[in-house]
């Protein structure tokens, strides 16, 4: 009986992210997923090319939760008719944050996973689905009209935010706090409102 190849995929897809979550990408090995699965460790490579190309469609598979639960949040901003830009960013960095926080693992791989391992015509989806997520941000920006932003700009500054807002979560992580999850939205908090009051300070004016 032929295998369905989409079945199959989705399953293997699942396997592979629960790996992940169970022990990062070190614990993504061909034979387990195989064995689990149900099927050859040959139909692993069929599919996916290698390991690499799994990872990658995970990763992907990730980006796109993380970037429809980015615009479930503007939608429900969008709803609630709120306009003011610092609760709004301060909504996706929440998102942000939440989703980290239910996939440590598996996001902690995926930060991990350098796109130079993988050929040029599947990095490009890689990219894609980062640009994806920085244009929700710099949509935020773009709104406000009262900072006078053109996109170039609103892009650098979404760029500046997302890892400014990364590289928080990531040392929260390893924190010494007592509490770390208040540590961290202490500090994205500060930021994003330090960072903003900047920017309205100066309205129009070039980052570049």
Not at 69 to 98: C, H, N, P
Not at 171 to 198: F, I
């Amino acid at each position: 009986m032929a295998l369905d190849k989409d079945e199959v995929s989705s399953r293997v897809l699942d396997i592979a992210e629960t790996l992940l979550n169970e022990g990062g990408a070190i614990n993504l090995k061909a034979r387990t997923i195989a064995e689990k699965a149900g099927i050859a460790v040959g139909s692993i490579y069929n599919l996916y090319g290698d390991l690499d190309g799994l990872h990658l469609a995970v990763n992907l598979r990730l980006l796109d939760r993380l970037a429809g639960a980015g615009m479930e949040t503007m939608a429900q901003m969008q709803a609630s008719k709120v306009r003011d830009t610092r609760e709004r960013l301060l909504a996706l960095a929440r998102t942000y944050l939440k989703y980290v926080a239910a996939n440590p693992q598996s996001w902690a791989a995926l930060l991990a996973f350098s796109p130079t391992r993988i050929d040029p015509s599947r990095r490009e989806d890689y990219m894609e689905r980062l640009d994806g997520l920085l244009g929700i941000i710099m949509q935020v920006i773009l709104d406000d009209k009262k900072l006078a932003l053109d996109e170039d700009e609103c892009m650098l500054n979404a760029r500046i935010l997302w890892s400014s807002v990364h590289g928080i979560v990531t040392n929260g992580a390893s924190s010494r706090s007592a509490n770390p999850e208040v540590e961290t939205w202490r500090q994205v908090d500060h930021l994003v409102t330090v960072y903003l009051a900047g920017l309205e300070r100066h309205p129009g004016r070039s980052t570049h």
